[in-house]
């Protein structure tokens, strides 16, 4: 039973490495133009800064954004 239990899990793990290898090769060429140039774009917005301050366990956004928010404090 466990011959046949390592038999499946090796099965399964070359069928994994199979499909990753074979999804990165299929991408080669955008991989590669990627790896080049840079895409063009970054993937994430910049967040707004922000100064916080907390009194009695209320946290606010002060002063750079228009409107304070306020949030609990986790306690």
Not at 4 to 27: H, Q
Not at 55 to 62: A, E, K, L, N, T
Request: proline share 4%.
């Amino acid at each position: 039973m466990a011959l046949f239990a390592s038999l499946v899990f090796a099965i399964a793990f070359f069928i994994a490495i199979g499909a990753i290898v074979g999804t990165i090769l299929s991408a080669r060429g955008r991989i590669i133009d990627l790896l080049r140039q840079g895409s063009g774009q970054t993937m994430v917005d910049p967040l707004p800064s922000v100064r916080l301050t907390s009194r009695r366990g209320v946290i606010r956004q002060r002063a750079v954004t228009p409107a304070a928010v306020r949030l609990r404090a986790a306690a």
